[in-house]
């Protein structure tokens, strides 16, 4: 069954370092999708990203973030000057953008660790 | 505003008794769809089920039971004869229609012993 990869599985930087994300979405879905969610905590909601372009962001992903699909099979997440803050678990997720809103399919994630 | 309340943060229940997992959603749309999702120690998220506000129809599969509500705005979800396997953590979800951002409850912690 195809999935959604995320790279790396868990990624140690430097506070005040930048770090980029990797996902690859199942090859034939059209939205794309950031969440979060701090150890402990419920997931939270980052961006959106359909037809190459930011659909929805929450008031999470500020200036630091930003994202892009920049071939046809990768979705990155950047964060310019990572925050200790920022240490979480990142998902990916896709869908296939059909009518009756197929469910997102989340990657196994990258734990994100800022020193 | 949408919300998503999961009262119950951890249960722990002895193998093979039965558990449910109590969900409560808030929406002013007409129109929505609501997940579960299971996230095991591993830390990955499954999906299990998703449910649009038109099907009020119970689910089974298997061991999992889903019961939606709309009258009490809920969606609790059921495991029969529960096994250590299922010992993760549960997090309903709520979106409107179309490719909108899943909103998700805070989780509920489940630990079965053997």
């Known amino acids: 069954e195809p999935e959604v990869t995320q790279t790396p599985s868990h990624q140690v930087t430097q506070m005040g370092q930048e770090v980029i994300l990797r996902c690859v979405p199942i090859?034939?879905?059209?939205?794309f999708y950031w969440y979060r969610q701090i150890l402990g905590q419920k997931v939270e909601f980052l961006v959106s990203f359909y037809n190459n372009e930011i659909s929805e962001k929450s008031e999470i992903f500020d200036d630091q973030f930003s994202v892009e699909r920049p071939d046809g099979s990768n979705f990155t997440l950047k964060i310019r000057s990572t925050k200790l803050e920022d240490s979480a678990m990142y998902f990916c997720?896709?869908?296939?953008?059909?009518?009756?809103?197929?469910?997102?399919?989340f990657g196994d994630g990258t734990r994100l660790s800022i020193l | 505003a949408q919300k998503v309340t999961q009262a119950q943060t951890e249960i722990s229940v002895v193998e093979k008794e039965d558990v449910t997992l109590d969900c409560v959603y808030e929406t002013r749309d007409t129109t929505y769809y609501l997940f579960w999702y299971k996230q095991p120690p591993s830390g990955e998220l499954v999906f299990l089920i998703r449910?649009?506000?038109?099907?009020?129809q119970n689910e089974i599969s298997g061991r999992y039971s889903w019961n939606f509500q709309k009258s009490t705005s809920s969606f609790n979800f059921t495991i029969t004869a529960s096994q250590v396997v299922d010992s993760a953590v549960y997090f309903c979800?709520?979106?409107?229609?179309?490719?909108?951002?899943?909103?998700f409850g805070k989780g509920t912690r489940l630990s079965v012993i053997a």
């Open positions: 997720a896709s869908s296939s953008g059909t009518l009756y809103n197929q469910p997102q399919h």
């Open positions: 090859s034939n879905h059209l939205y």
């Open positions: 979800a709520l979106t409107d229609s179309g490719n909108t951002p899943l909103v």
């Open positions: 449910r649009n506000s038109f099907d009020e």
